[in-house]
Each structure stands twice: as structure tokens, then as C-alpha cells.
């Protein structure tokens, strides 16, 4: 599932990179993409638990998700909130 997350310490290169990274190095989680102007982190992942481990991961490193992941469907360009 593709998966929006809004995060709100994405100002600097340093830090957007930081949260690619740890993202990406997170088992289940692919195709990791930063829109750092607007603050949001675009991956696809597998399960609801690789979404529970990248949210205590990016706030391990000072970058919370801010809200609500919210799957896209590509199909249809709509989106449904996860939780």
C-alpha cells in the first residue's frame, strides 16, 4: 500500500535526509519519497505493523509523524485514513 505521512521537522537537508534514511532502512518499506517543502514522507509499505515500527523510528530520531498515515490508492487517487 502506497502511504502519506506528514512530518513536521523536514525544514533542512540534514534532516530530510536523516528521515529518508530511516525510513528506508526499515524491513517492509520501499520507494521512500520526500516532499520536504510541504513536509511529507510518501512510501509504499507492507503492513500495519511496519507503519507502527517506522512511526517509533522517526520519533526515536527527533521526527514524529505528525496526524494520521493515509493510504493513497493509485487507482483511484483517493485517500482513506489508516487509523
Known amino acids: 500500500m502506497k502511504v502519506e505521512f506528514k ?4 525544514k533542512s537537508k540534514d534532516c530530510a ?3 529518508v ?3 528506508a532502512s526499515i524491513e517492509g ?3 521512500t519519497q520526500l516532499d520536504a517543502p ?3 514522507l510518501i512510501l509504499d509499505c ?3 505493523n511496519t507503519l507502527i515500527s517506522l512511526e517509533m523510528s522517526l520519533a526515536e530520531i527527533g521526527h ?3 496526524g494520521f498515515p493515509i493510504e493513497i ?3 483511484n487517487d483517493s485517500e482513506t485514513a489508516l487509523f
Open 38 to 40: 510541504n513536509g511529507y
Open 7 to 10: 512530518s513536521h521537522i523536514l
Open 21 to 23: 534514511k530511516k525510513a
Open 17 to 19: 535526509d536523516a528521515v
Open 46 to 48: 507492507i503492513s500495519h
Open 64 to 66: 514524529p509523524i505528525k
Open 29 to 31: 518499506i520501499s520507494n
Open 73 to 75: 490508492s493509485e487507482a
